[in-house]
């Protein structure tokens, strides 16, 4: 049994509620079609549908108020961060109201004792690590955009240095979440650990709002690293680079980031970011210690990736160089359009166990090719995790099928190796149609079964996930 | 609105319901008397509430149609692992069956290149690292009992290694479950990392068997270190000693176990496990890594922990020294009743934030004084957590109440300091008074309606938790 399917509120009704949002928050409330817009989903192919109404709340308690107006009159709520998403979690298929948090960026507790910090949820992570930079701490969770924290936690983001520091499920401590009905709720205390009931943090880590709105985040930081050093290492095919990163991470290696882009990643990446790296597939390193440390395990890397085929070790022991490298990685999707001008990139992420990651890549290059496609290829490849982004011109309605056929092809191979749909993208609503291959229908309705109890008339985030 | 109180099911319901299991189980399904409380709590002051059946599955299918038998009757189910929780969770206040996991204690498969394990939920961590003993790979967590595998899920454990290699909320990829309905439910792939959906996997962690019976489980695994290096220190006081462990985690020195004693529990250890140890706060460290890492990570410790008065380090080089440092560290429960011939230890767990540590513990320590009570302190100090352990003279029942009220101001305290009832204990029966002052109404609430939704007749180890 589903949720209810929520009913498109109508002209009278938005009129109504925007009326009573205006009273109380005056030009924080915005209906001009262009806002809308941007408030739904602008990244990728799928379609934009913009929310009836934007707000911007600056406390937990307006947030709180602006779900029970919205309830009264069972219009949906989509919360939006900085709108970097990717499966098309902020569009509004139901219309409703679109509850912006930009307004609520502030680090409202730093405790460097504890290595916490607590945050309202639209500040991003480039922001946050700002504001850390005198502490000697940082947060280091890095999906490349520079995303709200709350949206990160939202999708359960990760990122180059999730092999080392782990996801957003693990650098959660607590949050503050407005559920559907208004209440406030705190899942959790600053506790590093607790077995004290429910693990109410971890749902709503990655529940893409559709189980509340998060209003506060406390979050784990880390001791920035004394010695930082990493480079790239080429190798003669994607395998070899698998291969290598295995045998890393077996002999325990403490490796803080470690990427690959293939061959055609490579190239995008040369053009765009102006460097001369050899176009085979590449992979960047990075440790993260004391000097000697990171020495030791640069070192303990080299000889494993000799053995393996890996050449041209490239170290950045500059932070400019090492700026520039990582730089270099996260502009891939501009680098990958400059591969195709004019064409329109269809992000996708799969991760798999890192045991068939190799033979997951060469089936999806096999793929790529045979399908006459563009499709760079780069993956955070210490936790089997890679995005594929064919680029693909949307006026040829052949080429989009393929695309499409090939995407479809992508998850069904992922999963079949026992793997995931998405590793940190989430579901919002390209990725729906999947979770039953991988879940099951037992699993699958016991996610209905928590969003119906959650939120029995469907209004936080409808059309998402589950329902 | 809480989850239905279940009646106790009359004789004549136990009797068709033992006739039915004993047709499909034999001699796998117990009835007398000294069986059954030997399946209830047996650990600490807790009254025994027995079963009124014992039943050994040997797999999901077996369990799923235990589950439906007992549903059918609107018996309870009350999964068993070893028998070694510390709160109650294996009684029976409202009868029912005791589904006993020992015979379920197969390791399924080994991933080597994946580092994870697939193990059957009976299985003990000591006989996991048995059996992984020739894959230079292990399982860390490690709480000090030989637990069962799915009671450790079952719990949130942690223990020593939690520092470093987290709780089981950490190291557990993917579960199967038998719900309430009987339903099978798959709760995750292989994938290191997936954003497909909300995160039933860590709904089941924790959750004591109130929400389904844990029947396989997909854990991470790590790799050997190549050196370990580990010791003890002394301190003037409790406060040193925490402030060294702060400082030490602030550096991002990446210790695997730092582990607190008081004098009082010193004491314990150096009569039970005939050692020599420095009767004053001490704190016993280990770090995992290459050979000059653990080198260099030992004399960064050094030199931080004679910063804040450390002093009479003994290294302990050899495998067989840490051995016994750490099997006396193990050993304190019995350590700790050695101190007080003929009295019952009564233990508990908080866990606060670092930063309140050494104040929680002073101000505990003055309690147990002003309280006239003996009780020892042994702590994972890295993570804000610590057990007390007052020796009480059960037929004293002045002796009773005074260590029943410090136990109250206990929780109380670490609450106040923004942090848990229980690290890793769990709530079971013992901690459920504590639930609405640490999390709040509107949190409680959302665990009920979790509870209620996933098990409707509340027949999921009714009595424990929330409901």
Not at 62 to 78: D, F, G, K, M, Y
Not at 206 to 219: H, R
Request: overall charge negative; aromatic content about 4%.
């Amino acid at each position: 049994m589903n949720a209810p399917t929520p009913l498109r509120p109508s002209p009278a009704t938005i009129e109504a509620l925007t009326g009573e949002l205006t009273k109380r928050y005056g030009n924080r409330v915005v209906t001009s079609l262009a806002v809308r817009q941007q408030h739904a989903h602008t990244t990728t192919w799928l379609a934009n549908q913009p929310p009836d109404i934007v707000v911007l709340p600056t406390t937990t308690e307006e947030v709180s108020e602006i779900v029970r107006l919205a309830a009264a009159h069972r219009v949906p709520l989509i919360p939006f961060g900085t709108g970097s998403s990717l499966e098309g979690h902020l569009n509004a298929p139901f219309g409703g109201v679109s509850v912006d948090t930009s307004l609520m960026k502030r680090l409202v507790a730093v405790h460097s004792e504890d290595l916490d910090c607590v945050v309202e949820p639209g500040i991003t992570r480039k922001e946050l690590n700002e504001q850390l930079r005198d502490t000697g701490l940082f947060f280091p969770i890095d999906p490349g955009a520079d995303a709200s924290i709350g949206g990160m936690v939202s999708t359960r983001a990760s990122g180059t240095n999730a092999v080392r520091y782990g996801t957003m499920r693990d650098n959660v401590l607590a949050l503050t979440v407005v559920t559907a009905s208004g209440e406030i709720v705190r899942t959790g205390s600053r506790a590093r650990k607790s077995s004290a009931g429910y693990d109410l943090t971890r749902l709503f880590v990655g529940s893409e709002g559709t189980l509340g709105i998060i209003t506060e985040v406390t979050l784990k930081l880390h001791g920035i690293p004394e010695a930082i050093s990493g480079g790239t290492c080429s190798f003669p095919s994607v395998k070899d680079a698998c291969d290598a990163v295995i045998a890393t991470i077996q002999s325990a290696l403490p490796v803080a980031r470690i990427e690959l882009l293939d061959e055609v990643q490579v190239r995008g990446v040369n053009v765009y970011s102006k460097l001369a790296l050899p176009e085979t597939p590449l992979l960047l390193f990075e440790f993260h210690g004391t000097d000697a440390g990171v020495r030791e395990q640069a070192e303990r890397f080299g000889e494993i990736a000799a053995e393996f085929g890996g050449s041209g070790f490239a170290f950045a022991t500059q932070a400019e160089e090492r700026s520039r490298l990582w730089q270099a990685r996260h502009d891939v999707y501009w680098a990958s359009l400059g591969l195709r001008p004019g064409a329109k990139g269809v992000a996708s992420d799969v991760c798999v166990p890192i045991s068939r990651l190799a033979e997951c890549l060469a089936e999806t290059k096999r793929d790529i090719e045979e399908s006459g496609l563009i499709a760079p290829i780069a993956g955070h490849v210490g936790d089997g995790n890679f995005h594929v982004m064919p680029l693909v011109m949307l006026d040829d309605p052949d080429e989009v099928s393929r695309a499409e056929d090939f995407m479809h092809r992508l998850v069904e191979r992922a999963i079949a190796m026992e793997g995931t749909c998405t590793g940190e993208h989430g579901v919002g609503q390209g990725k729906m149609k999947y979770l039953a291959a991988e879940h099951g229908d037992a699993a699958l309705d016991l996610m209905r079964t928590l969003k119906r109890a959650v939120d029995p008339m469907n209004l936080m985030n409808p059309g998402k996930i589950v329902a």
